[in-house]
């Protein structure tokens, strides 16, 4: 079974970036049969996907978030990672790294992301 | 972007009894070509990431256990649990997968 586990600063000030890697094991990224996930939860609410990566590097990305996400992969040490650019109070949350281009089965424990100066 | 809004927000239910949770969708999630609705639901118990449960709006996951079923079409969906057990106590949401992806806010089931 696939393991993932992010890792990152867990405070961020407002108008910085956001920077974010999942570490994979157990698994190849390289692997053509599958995508590589973000996905955010903002506290006590709902769901929010980021976007995808595949290993070729192409991505597909939340409209709503496309103009500040970049993901990124690098193969040679099985990571991929986020950078979410001008940061506010909105984007905290814990930041999910999953495996799945439509539906994900297995996740990362989740780190959380704080926004504050 | 396809809103998915998820009723009730929270229910209660007798260990044993049936819990049923519903989703609708603001737009159609079936895909005529292949006649599959581009749905999943998931289970997050405390402290731990969502699980998949169920994909294809019917279709359970490996080890889910089957009192949990999935149904509807188009934009209007139901998970039921058919005997409530104590683990089951969870917020559970709908997912779409038609267009880019969205969730509804989740349900919160507990023991009544």
């Known amino acids: 079974q696939v393991q993932l586990q992010e890792s990152g600063p867990g405070l961020v000030k407002p108008s910085q970036t956001l920077s974010l890697t999942c570490t994979v094991s157990?698994?190849?990224?390289?692997?053509?049969?599958?995508?590589w996930s973000w996905i955010r939860q903002h506290a006590g609410k709902g769901l929010e996907w980021i976007g995808y990566i595949y290993y070729d590097g192409s991505t597909f990305y939340n409209p709503f978030l496309t103009s500040r996400v970049t993901i990124s992969v690098d193969t040679s040490k099985n990571q991929f990672s986020l950078k979410l650019t001008s940061v506010t109070a909105a984007d905290t949350a814990v930041y999910y790294c999953a495996r799945g281009e439509l539906v994900w089965v297995d996740w990362g424990q989740g780190t959380l992301v704080t926004v504050s100066s | 972007d396809i809103v998915m809004t998820q009723s009730p927000d929270s229910l209660a239910v007798s260990l044993g009894e049936r819990a049923t949770i519903n989703c609708k969708s603001s737009?159609?999630?079936?895909?005529?070509?292949?006649?599959?609705?581009?749905l999943a639901w998931y289970q997050q118990r405390p402290g731990q990431p969502p699980k998949l449960v169920i994909s294809?709006?019917?279709t359970r996951e490996s080890g889910v256990p089957d009192r949990f079923s999935g149904s509807g079409s188009g934009t209007d969906f139901t998970l039921t649990i058919s005997s409530l057990q104590a683990e089951d106590v969870a917020v559970y949401y709908c997912?779409?997968?038609?267009?880019?992806?969205?969730f509804g806010q989740g349900t919160k089931v507990e023991i009544k």
């Open positions: 294809w709006a019917s």
């Open positions: 157990g698994g190849s990224i390289s692997s053509p049969d599958d995508y």
């Open positions: 737009q159609n999630v079936l895909y005529s070509s292949n006649n599959k609705n581009y």
């Open positions: 997912q779409q997968y038609y267009r880019s992806r969205t």
